[in-house]
């Protein structure tokens, strides 16, 4: 069996997430399809992180196993080819054998995207959050400083069908502003469920003056999600890239 790594770019508006589920078309469901028709057979797609339904993602990683020997450089056009125009596979290659994207991971990146302004703008805001309000950028910075490092990250995580230990490490949190424009980039060794999206909802309350200066430490201390901000639309979640 050869093992196929994929790098995977989609723009997930109109998808039910990454996994596969009976209510809806799903990316890991159109891949497989496409999979069945280049290699003739069903195989098992694995994702690196399985993205909720409307965010998108510039590097997704995948994997899948099969008998069948096509050269790598072939794959990508292949596979294009019969996929819809949302999903492309930028890069494939064979991989070790026991290689797997998901749990091979050593770290993920994701990038969430505001507009802080009033007016709304129909060719950005499918892949950003427009906020009407008034965000202080430098307070953000300094609030999203402590969760720098390893930390119990419960008031982040959204209830999930699993109890999961939610303690993990972010290397890197930065936010960048250009014109009326802000970017939030986050990478950790993994992520809970909507993690990123409830920092987001919560770094907004604390930049427009909804919650006070030091809100963020007493938060993550508190480790209770009903104290955190709101969860931030899908729309503005890129996931840029999985590191090994």
């Given at each position: ?9 989609y723009?997930?508006?109109d ?63 292949a ?40 007016r709304?703008?129909?060719f ?11 965000l ?14 390893r ?17 993990r ?7 960048t ?16 469920y ?10 907004v ?20 999600r009903?104290?955190?901000g ?13 590191r090994?």
């Amino acid at each position: 069996m050869h093992t196929i790594r994929l790098i995977i770019s989609y723009d997930g508006t109109d998808y039910h997430g990454w996994q596969i589920q009976d209510n809806g078309r799903t990316v890991q469901g159109e891949i497989e399809k496409a999979v069945i028709k280049v290699f003739g057979k069903a195989h098992r797609v694995y994702g690196a992180s399985r993205t909720d339904s409307g965010v998108h993602a510039e590097a997704q990683t995948a994997h899948f196993k099969t008998p069948l020997l096509i050269p790598e450089r072939k794959i990508p056009a292949a596979l294009n080819s019969v996929l819809p125009e949302d999903i492309a596979i930028v890069r494939a290659a064979h991989a070790r054998g026991d290689f797997h994207s998901r749990f091979d991971a050593r770290s993920k990146h994701y990038r969430y995207c505001i507009l802080n302004f009033r007016r709304r703008d129909p060719f950005r805001e499918r892949y950003a959050w427009r906020v009407p309000y008034r965000l202080d950028a430098r307070l953000m910075r300094e609030e999203a400083a402590e969760l720098l490092g390893r930390h119990d990250f419960k008031a982040f995580q959204a209830s999930d069908k699993k109890e999961r230990h939610s303690v993990r490490e972010i290397s890197c949190l930065t936010i960048t502003s250009k014109g009326l424009a802000l970017t939030i980039n986050v990478e950790a060794d993994g992520f809970l469920y909507n993690m990123v999206r409830n920092i987001v909802g919560t770094l907004v309350d604390i930049g427009r003056g909804y919650l006070p200066a030091g809100s963020m430490k007493k938060i993550l201390e508190g480790r209770d999600r009903t104290q955190a901000g709101p969860t931030a639309p899908a729309k503005g979640l890129f996931l840029i890239k999985v590191r090994y």
